[in-house]
């Protein structure tokens, strides 16, 4: 992996498949465009190895995935443990052992062929599961020779997570702590989460806040509008939810007042096969508005923006949960960036930015009464709230506003060394054979 010193290099740690994680795929984008060699080394979902381009930006996707689901086998190992220890500690007494992160040494392990080839001046961990590979590659560097500064980027906030195992919960808490404390700048997603994440970490320094707004670059006509894929005439009520669905999305509030609602058509744009919306299309039919609700594949994501802008409103119906009060989730952006009123939850960071702008009307989480009355307002003056988005508005909800400052973040990392980015395009190194992405927007989602 030959290379030179013209540019600042910066590694992207990230422990999933890269192409879902709409913020890797910007920053690595944008800092490559910005003049910075960029490498980002993620998680392979079959084990193996494979590569590609987003932009200027080179992604590795490497054996590193892990994982904390708990299946049967591993419920029954877990209980033999549990079972094994009590009665030994009730024999032979033994110390308390702290949880190890789940599958670190193998990811440290993959990874630092890599890291110790590119010399980075920045290593960029995205989220609470990168850091601990992150701290570690970045000493291992050092004992090599090449001191590198560390960002860490709290995509959210770890103690609002339930997904983990308890073991897993405690060795990710222990590692983001020690993490913390050895990094240069730490990145949040709102200005909501930085206070919270200062005072957890018992940071020196106040955290930076880039949200996961919208790259609005590269974006296309879709191939078909959304109203008409639900079969719809111009001027027919059309609402619409893009993104993941779970319970917690709060997606049946809206199901369940759509029999209040005469005429409304609700559109859902998700992945086919999850789970979750088989029992709302099915909640809907036996309310007896199953012919309103319309379940819709994913689309390219360049296309996503020109796709959801046929529809009236755009849709955030979360219900209260740590991480969902403090953040300013994407599709946020991107129904602004649709030019739709929004409608939200009172969830406490984006129920502020639509009182704040004006784009739309919050409603109480998990009360359709409530729901039903801010959709009646917004429905019946939807040219008032599509006012609100001023070119200015539109600029602060943009990637390109957020870009400002993470290129800002790293360029005052290295200005001690003196390097400066060069935005060139090209490369000060070489990763074997890659396929070409022309950026972020080119995944479906």
């Known amino acids: 992996m030959p290379m030179s010193s013209l540019k600042p290099r910066a590694l992207m740690i990230v422990r999933n498949s890269v192409t879902e994680d709409s913020r890797v795929l910007k920053s690595a984008w944008s800092l490559a465009e910005g003049g910075w060699d960029v490498l980002v080394l993620g998680a392979s979902s079959d084990g193996g190895v494979d590569q590609f381009t987003v932009g200027a930006a080179v992604v590795a996707r490497v054996p590193a995935k892990f994982t904390v689901r708990m299946t049967i086998i591993r419920r029954l190992g877990r209980k033999y443990r549990y079972l094994k220890g009590k009665y030994a500690r009730k024999f032979?007494?033994?110390?308390?052992?702290?949880?190890?992160?789940?599958?670190?040494?193998?990811?440290?392990?993959?990874?630092?062929?890599?890291?110790?080839?590119?010399?980075?001046?920045?290593?960029?961990?995205?989220?609470?599961?990168?850091?601990?590979?992150?701290?570690?590659?970045?000493?291992?560097?050092?004992?090599?020779?090449?001191?590198?500064?560390?960002?860490?980027?709290?995509?959210?906030?770890?103690?609002?997570?339930?997904?983990?195992?308890?073991?897993?919960?405690?060795?990710?808490?222990?590692?983001?702590?020690?993490?913390?404390?050895?990094s240069d700048a730490v990145l949040v997603v709102s200005e909501e989460m930085g206070p919270l994440i200062r005072d957890y970490l018992s940071l020196p320094f106040a955290p930076i806040v880039v949200a996961n707004d919208p790259v609005v670059e590269g974006r296309r006509d879709s191939l078909v509008d959304l109203r008409s894929a639900c079969g719809l005439e111009p001027g027919v009520p059309l609402m619409v939810y893009s993104g993941a669905v779970a319970p917690q999305r709060g997606l049946s509030t809206v199901v369940e007042a759509l029999p209040s609602m005469p005429g409304v058509h609700l559109a859902i744009i998700a992945q086919i096969s999850n789970p979750h919306v088989p029992p709302l299309v099915e909640a809907a039919h036996k309310m007896g508005v199953g012919d309103r609700v319309h379940v819709l594949p994913y689309v390219p994501n360049a296309e996503l923006v020109s796709y959801l802008s046929t529809a009236d409103v755009g849709l955030i119906p979360i219900l209260h949960r740590p991480n969902h009060e403090i953040s300013l989730i994407t599709k946020f952006g991107e129904y602004a960036q649709a030019n739709l009123p929004i409608l939200v939850s009172d969830v406490r960071t984006m129920a502020a930015e639509v009182r704040r702008i004006g784009n739309g009307e919050v409603f109480i989480a998990d009360d359709s009464v409530s729901f039903i009355d801010a959709a009646n307002k917004v429905l019946g003056d939807l040219a008032k709230y599509r006012a609100a988005y001023t070119p200015e508005v539109l600029y602060s909800r943009s990637w390109a506003r957020q870009a400002e400052v993470l290129l800002n973040v790293y360029a005052n990392l290295v200005a001690d060394a003196g390097l400066t980015a060069i935005a060139d395009g090209a490369h000060d190194f070489v990763l074997g054979d890659v396929k070409p992405l022309s950026g972020p927007n080119e995944f479906v989602r």
Do not use: C, W
């Not at 949880?99 to 110790?116: D, F, H, N, Q, T």
């Not at 290593?123 to 291992?140: F, G, M, N, V």
């Open 92 to 182: 032979f007494p033994v110390p308390n052992s702290t949880p190890a992160v789940p599958g670190l040494s193998r990811a440290v392990g993959v990874m630092s062929p890599y890291a110790l080839a590119f010399k980075p001046h920045v290593i960029h961990a995205h989220d609470y599961t990168a850091l601990p590979i992150a701290s570690a590659l970045q000493e291992r560097l050092r004992v090599a020779g090449t001191n590198s500064k560390l960002i860490y980027d709290a995509h959210e906030y770890l103690q609002g997570v339930h997904h983990l195992t308890p073991s897993a919960h405690t060795a990710f808490t222990n590692a983001e702590k020690e993490g913390a404390a050895k």
